[in-house]
C-alpha cells in the first residue's frame, strides 16, 4: 500500500512539472494567465506588457524563475524616510546596510523600484525589520 501511494505522489508531482508553451505571439501566456480577460488575437503577456509600458514600466525578467513582471521606478527613490508609509514602495535601510539586534532609531531611504528581489532591511516606525533575502 505504502509503494501504491508513493507511486501516486510521485505521477502527482512529476505532472505539476509541465512545460509552459508559447503562444502565437511568442510571449508565455501561462506565466500571467487569469490577469485580464481574454481579447481576440492578443496574449495575455503582450495585453501586460503593452499596458506596462503605456504606464512607464520596464517589462522584463525578474527573480530567480526570471518571470516577466512590470518593474515600475518611484519618483521617491532615495529620499530620507523612517517609516514606509513616507514612501510610494518601502523604507528600507541604504543598500549594503545591515542594523544590529539591538540598534536604536534608523533613518532608510525609500526603494528605487518595485522590484521585490533581493537582499534589504525594511524600517518601519523608525526601526529595522529583520532583514529579508527575495529570490
Given amino acids: 500500500m505504502k509503494i501504491a501511494a508513493l507511486a501516486l505522489s510521485a505521477l502527482l508531482a512529476l505532472g505539476a512539472c509541465a512545460p509552459v508553451e508559447n ?7 501561462s506565466e500571467t494567465a487569469g490577469t485580464l480577460p481574454p481579447q481576440p488575437g492578443r496574449s495575455v503577456a503582450a495585453r501586460d506588457q503593452a499596458s506596462c509600458e503605456a504606464e512607464g514600466g520596464n517589462w522584463t525578467r525578474q527573480g530567480r524563475l526570471q518571470s516577466y513582471m512590470c518593474v515600475t521606478s518611484y519618483a521617491d527613490a532615495g529620499k530620507q524616510c523612517t517609516d514606509g508609509d513616507q514612501c510610494a514602495g518601502d523604507c528600507r535601510l541604504p543598500d549594503g546596510e545591515r542594523a544590529g539586534m539591538n540598534s536604536g532609531p534608523v533613518t532608510g531611504v525609500c526603494q528605487a523600484n518595485s522590484v521585490p528581489f533581493g537582499c534589504f532591511t ?3 516606525d523608525g526601526k529595522a525589520a529583520a532583514t529579508l533575502c527575495v529570490d
Fill in 23 to 29: 503562444d502565437a505571439d511568442g510571449a508565455l501566456g
Fill in 122 to 124: 525594511r524600517v518601519e
